[in-house]
Structures are given as C-alpha cells and as structure tokens.
C-alpha cells in the first residue's frame, strides 16, 4: 500500500511541477503578446500618419499642377502676341545674365 501511496504522491507532485512550467510559460507567452500588441498599434497609429501625411502632399501636388497649368497658359498667350515675344527674349536674357553672374561669384 505504501508502494501505491508514494507512486500517487509523485505522480500528484510532477503534476504539479509540469503546471507550474506551463503557468511560467503562459506568463512569458502573455508578456510577448502585449508587447507584440504594442507594437502592432504603434505601427496602426504610423501608418495613419503617414497616409494624412500622403493625402496632404497629393492636394499639393494638385495644387501645384494648377497653377503650373495657368503659368503655362499665360506663357503661351505671351508668346503668341508680337510685344510678347519681345518680352520672353527679354526675360530669358535677364535669366541668363543672372546665371552668368551666379557663376561667376560662385
């Protein structure tokens, strides 16, 4: 009968041992995927960031390509007109002594 008792006796104490492991483990398991929460929100918060960011710098670019669109337009009705192209050479020989002198003090 002792035999029988002392069998139990350990068999009730691995048991016991085996469900502490798994607690610790559980515990660790738990620590990883709140960290592993953690992270995946920062990256949630980054990437909404990121596109208000991308959303800003389209309306932008829209912008832009407007009022590049309209410059463009007047150019064109400026070089069309006589007094117009005088004024483009005008202009582009302005740029030009500009750039001549940039280059020289540079």
Request: hydrophobic fraction near 40%.
């Amino acid at each position: 009968m002792r035999r029988g008792g002392q069998s139990s006796m350990s068999s009730q104490r691995t048991e016991d041992l085996l469900e502490g492991e798994n607690d610790k483990e559980l515990g660790s398991l738990f620590s990883k995927v709140s960290q592993l929460k953690e992270v995946t929100i920062g990256i949630g918060d980054e990437v909404r960031r990121q596109n208000s960011f991308l959303d800003d710098m389209s309306g932008s670019f829209e912008d832009t390509a407007s009022l590049l669109g309209i410059s463009m337009r007047k150019v064109k009705a400026l070089t069309n007109s006589s007094s117009g192209r005088i004024m483009c050479y005008i202009v582009g020989f302005a740029v030009a002594v500009f750039f001549v002198i940039y280059v020289l003090i540079k």
